[in-house]
């Protein structure tokens, strides 16, 4: 079967690394990839949102499967071009990417079909936003409407920053059209994890959990990024947890999107924090997130491409994946700066893949995300988060050590990274291990 992967990130390498290891993968493309994907796929020279090339590509060369990564091109309609192009693709309609593309329509959802997230208000003038703001009470959280690049969330502690963040929206125009709208909302406590799975329209098939860090700096600290590290499976996912989030998030989104008439098919991420009173939803994401599908797939035992092809044809129902127990990690390297101003075309030297004991290391894989080839032809750093350096382990510890010790392996000046990835779930188990007497 020929396969195009859609998108140039370490979420996308790891979608090719796994789609390239599959026994019905014939050819793999990415358009527009990297040079770490260029290892597993063969690249194409075009743009994510450039859906009529995609559409014309994928129809030329008649491809059996695409997979769509980000979710700029799903909210712009790619994934309905290339059905109506009869070609089997996996990722929503734009018309169910709006559980992402605009949280309004997401909270409206949720309401409607009694899905646990927080109490909210939608407004789109600042007299209104003002009122609410003033009659609740802080902490509250501000958020944009519309897709803001992950900067449309201000967690405001106090009365003064909620009205800033509303002002700058509304009135400023900081995030042109995404923040003509906000939601307003209640201000959720508890601990945050992730939770995927692959929905077919009628049948979620659960994935996995995982959390990520979001912070740049150690001890969750500094500016809010695109997630500097994650692991699964999430150690605050038990059992427990897990079958509230089944039963009352995932399957009832899956139920209400098709009574919606638009049924969800693709990666459903739920953002849930796990509360007093049980997981609500922060927000949908209709993709695998990036960085924590490095750590997905790399606990992944099962062959992917079928459970793919299940999901794009509707018949996911009975279907079943199988997992390594093992917590996987991934640690992203990103170039001195990010996320604000930083240098680009930085020489990286990678380690032999071979690795000091002559053989490569089956768990670790190092995932490249913004890398480019300099005009000498040797690896440089093309973005602010540029490889995803990725472990399994028997123990969150474990997988980080030696996630760590393959770092210490790469040269490269101009990266930094967080050197206390997974440090929550660390000190969960050390606590386990070494139960204070009280
Ligand atoms: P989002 O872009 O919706 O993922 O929001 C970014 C981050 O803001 C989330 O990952 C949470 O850490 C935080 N956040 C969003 N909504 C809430 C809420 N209602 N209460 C507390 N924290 C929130
Ligand atoms: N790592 C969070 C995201 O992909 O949205």
């Known amino acids: 079967m020929k396969f195009l992967v859609i998108g140039s990130g370490g979420r996308e390498h790891a979608?090719?690394?796994?789609?390239?290891?599959?026994?019905?993968?014939?050819?793999?493309?990415?358009?527009?990839?990297?040079?770490?994907?260029a290892e597993d796929a063969?690249?194409?020279?075009?743009?994510?949102?450039?859906i009529d090339a995609l559409v014309r590509f994928a129809v030329d060369e008649k491809i059996d499967l695409v997979?769509?990564?980000?979710?700029?091109?799903?909210?712009?309609?790619?994934?309905?071009?290339?059905?109506?192009?009869?070609?089997?693709?996996?990722?929503?309609?734009?018309?169910?990417?709006r559980l992402e593309g605009s949280k309004g329509y997401m909270k409206d959802i949720c309401r409607k079909y009694g899905i646990p997230t927080a109490a909210y208000t939608r407004v789109d003038s600042y007299a209104e936003a003002e009122?609410?703001?003033?009659?609740?009470?802080?902490?509250?959280?501000?958020?944009?409407?519309?897709?803001?690049?992950?900067?449309?969330?201000?967690?405001?502690?106090?009365?003064?920053?909620?009205l800033a963040a509303a002002q700058e929206a509304l009135e400023d125009g900081k995030f042109g059209a995404a923040g003509r709208e906000l939601v307003i909302e209640e201000f959720l406590e508890g601990e945050e994890l992730s939770?995927?799975?692959?929905?077919?329209?009628?049948?979620?098939?659960?994935?996995?959990?995982?959390?990520?860090?979001?912070?740049?700096?150690?001890?969750?600290?500094?500016?809010?990024?695109?997630?500097?590290?994650?692991?699964?499976?999430?150690?605050?996912?038990t059992d427990a947890v897990e079958k509230q989030i089944i039963d009352t998030i995932l399957n009832p989104t899956l139920a209400a999107m098709k009574a919606e008439g638009s049924p969800f098919q693709g990666v459903l991420f739920l953002g849930v924090m796990v509360t007093d009173e049980g997981p609500k939803l922060i927000e949908y994401n209709i993709r695998f997130g990036d960085p924590e599908?490095?750590?997905?797939?790399?606990?992944?035992?099962?062959?992917?491409?079928?459970?793919?092809l299940a999901c794009a044809d509707?018949?996911?129902?009975?279907?079943?994946?199988?997992?390594?127990?093992?917590?996987?990690?991934?640690?992203?390297?990103?170039?001195?700066?990010?996320?604000?101003?930083?240098?680009?075309?930085?020489?990286?030297?990678?380690?032999?893949?071979?690795?000091?004991?002559?053989?490569p290391d089956p768990d670790v894989v190092t995932f490249h995300a913004g890398t480019t080839l300099g005009p000498d032809g040797g690896l440089a750093a093309a973005g602010g988060r540029v490889l995803n350096v990725t472990a399994r382990g028997h123990t969150v510890a474990e997988a980080q050590a030696r996630a760590y010790a393959e770092i210490a392996r790469i040269d490269w000046p101009n990266g930094f990274w967080r050197r206390d990835i997974g440090w929550r779930a660390v000190e969960r188990e050390n606590a386990l291990a070494n139960p204070v007497s009280k």
């Open 314 to 359: 509707g018949v996911l129902s009975n279907f079943d994946l199988r997992w390594y127990e093992e917590t996987a990690l991934t640690v992203v390297m990103a170039s001195k700066g990010y996320p604000g101003a930083y240098e680009k075309g930085t020489p990286i030297t990678l380690p032999d893949p071979a690795g000091p004991n002559g053989a």
């Open 15 to 37: 979608l090719c690394w796994t789609l390239a290891a599959s026994p019905l993968c014939e050819s793999l493309y990415c358009a527009p990839g990297n040079p770490g994907i």
């Open 195 to 237: 939770y995927f799975a692959l929905c077919d329209g009628d049948t979620a098939l659960p994935l996995a959990s995982a959390q990520d860090h979001k912070r740049a700096y150690d001890g969750d600290q500094g500016p809010n990024t695109g997630g500097m590290g994650a692991y699964s499976p999430a150690p605050v996912c």
């Open 67 to 97: 997979v769509v990564g980000p979710e700029e091109p799903l909210v712009n309609g790619l994934a309905d071009a290339m059905r109506a192009a009869g070609i089997k693709t996996v990722g929503p309609s734009a018309e169910a990417a």
């Open 293 to 308: 599908c490095q750590a997905i797939l790399m606990r992944l035992m099962s062959d992917l491409a079928p459970a793919l």
């Open 131 to 162: 009122a609410f703001i003033q009659d609740h009470g802080a902490p509250i959280v501000v958020k944009t409407d519309g897709l803001a690049a992950g900067k449309g969330v201000t967690v405001a502690m106090t009365i003064e920053e909620a």
């Open 42 to 50: 063969v690249l194409v020279d075009i743009g994510v949102n450039d």
